[in-house]
């Protein structure tokens, strides 16, 4: 009989065990598709999108093809980074724990990149810089390598402009290690830097509501005015515009 404490943890293992095996199904199926052989998975996800405020992140990582017992226990609360139990530290200590087992880059689009194309097309550029980053973190000699491998993208929509073999899931983060292992990167990242945007901008608690629109961000910017960081391009900033 598992006591308390044991059984999480079993609960927490077995569901790494389903997004490491939803990788290795996906990658079959994508050898099979293409009659060619496949290297790896990368996994590829975006934070901030419905922010109001700063850029939008994206986090490419890929995966490695097997993980030691340490990893394993290291990452047993492998999950979607919005999961409950996974507080802001321990996204901050598996996002530290990812980048060392495995190639991952950061993508941005700015401020101005959002108000330019919008978010959705945003997005996408944010997604394509990530796996840029991921390149050159492999080399002049290895980034041929990046052909061969399949990118699980989070949602219903492939990245445009990106020649590599794409499959998107909707909720991939939940069910994809390599997408929640870049989600957690992507998170982890972003929420940083909104915590030293509250820093300069401090009163529209951003450190805690990483830019979203909350009852009292929204009274913040009824109360304080907008700063050069909102997204005037958004319906809640815009709303504020008129106002002044």
Known sequence: MNTPTKAPRKKRLSKLSALLAFDRKQLALACQEHHCEFTGILGIDEVGRGSLVGPVVAAALVFPSR??????????????????HLNHAKRLAMASHLQTIGHWGIGEASLEDIER???FHASFLAGRRAIAAVAETLGTEMQAELERYIVI???????SELTLIQYPHVKADGKSAAVAGASIIAKAYRDNLLMRYAEEYPGYGWEKNAGYGTPSHQEAMQTLGLTPLHRKSFKLVQQQLTLF
């Open 67 to 84: 993980l030691s017992p340490a990893d394993k226990r290291l990452l047993a609360d492998l999950d979607d980074s919005k999961a409950a």
């Open 117 to 119: 194309y919008n978010i």
């Open 153 to 159: 993208v989070d949602g219903k929509h492939r990245i």
